[in-house]
């Protein structure tokens, strides 16, 4: 979400793969493959989003249940 990461993503003829990378990770350096860079922006998945929302909610509902926060 804040650090931002470096994405390979590989289309083979069995498949396509994608191996995410630290920033001080540089492992295009070491591959001797004719390679294109894009910047793109990731989306969550819509379960990410509803585990997300379930969570936030459990926690609303702990919070009113123990602590008396409303």
Known sequence: ????????????????????????????RHLNLKIEEREVRLHYSLFSVALRITVLLGLAYWLWRNLGIT
Not at 6 to 19: D, I, K
């Open 1 to 28: 979400m804040w650090i931002p990461v470096t994405v390979l993503h590989l289309v083979t003829e069995t498949g396509s793969y994608q191996f995410g990378f630290n920033p001080w990770a540089h492992p295009l």
